[in-house]
């Protein structure tokens, strides 16, 4: 397997929406993304690994923490066009992009190549998402997944989908947020404009889906979230110290 290069891009930008410089945000002496980025070096797969920031707040601070960081335009719509870039500036071939959100402190590295080892075994796909399962919530900050029986997504939502019109026992899959490229994706994705589906859900990789990209799911089990409220940050540092994986790199 490792005579496959596979490579892990964190993107990050300054002024998120619900919490001031999220990336920034202090959890037991680490800044939110440096939690990230060690946990994605735990990767046993990953060659490398490298934040795409938008900001030189936020790669003072990677140099700071000895965080590999890449500076790119402020301009970009989301974190795919700013993975995009990055790759692009590397100026080396991968047979993989791994896009690692930067807002989930508690990032289980086995879930990295859990999603790497389902791309190899399933290459005529061209993006992979990894699922969880959970009961219905009806928060629009998670991105709700539906899929065929051959694991393949045909939707993306903010709303609980689907509709349980039978008012049967039932439940939904979220969208997780370690996702795996081919570079000829990654490039067909970042070259088009905002699409229509996209634009109304505010999901990135609507896109993907409208463009025809091929995108399959694997079921993963655990306990990461994305910190998008204050409520989440508080959970993340009630999590934090009692996290085995916290203990090998703080």
Same mark, same amino acid.
């Given at each position: 397997m490792k005579s496959k290069r596979f490579i892990g891009l964190i993107p990050l930008r300054l002024k998120s929406k619900r919490i001031f410089h999220k990336p920034l945000l202090n959890l037991i002496g680490l800044p939110l993304f440096v939690h990230v980025y060690r946990r994605a070096k735990l990767s046993l797969l990953l060659d490398d690994v490298i934040v795409c920031c938008d900001d030189f707040r936020i790669y003072n601070i990677a140099k700071k923490f000895n965080v590999k960081c890449i500076i790119t335009k402020k301009t970009h719509k989301n974190g795919t066009e700013r993975i995009s870039e990055a790759y692009k500036k590397i100026k080396k071939n991968y =047979?993989? /992009?791994? =896009?690692?959100?930067? =807002?989930?402190?508690?990032?289980?590295?086995?879930? #990295? +190549?859990?999603?790497? !080892?389902?791309?190899?075994?399933?290459?005529?796909?061209? /993006?992979?998402?990894?699922?969880? %399962? /959970? !009961? %219905?919530?009806?928060?629009?900050? #998670?991105? !709700?997944? #539906? %899929?065929? !029986?051959? +694991?393949?997504?045909?939707y993306l939502s903010r709303k609980d989908v689907p509709y349980n019109f039978e008012k049967k026992k039932y439940h939904l899959y979220k969208h997780l947020s370690i996702i795996s490229f081919k570079p000829n994706a990654l490039k067909k994705y970042s070259s088009s404009k905002k699409t229509y589906l996209e634009k109304l859900e505010n999901i990135e990789l609507l896109r993907a889906l409208e463009l025809g990209l091929k995108i399959k799911s694997l079921n993963l089990k655990g306990d990461s979230f994305s910190v998008d409220i204050k409520e989440d940050y508080v959970k993340a540092l009630k999590k934090l110290p009692k996290d085995k994986i916290f203990k090998k790199y703080r």
């Open positions: =047979d993989l /992009i791994v =896009d690692i959100q930067g =807002d989930e402190p508690l990032l289980n590295p086995k879930h #990295i +190549d859990d999603v790497i !080892k389902f791309h190899l075994r399933n290459m005529s796909s061209d /993006i992979i998402l990894p699922s969880l %399962k /959970i !009961k %219905k919530m009806n928060k629009t900050s #998670i991105v !709700k997944v #539906i %899929k065929n !029986k051959n +694991d393949e997504i045909l």
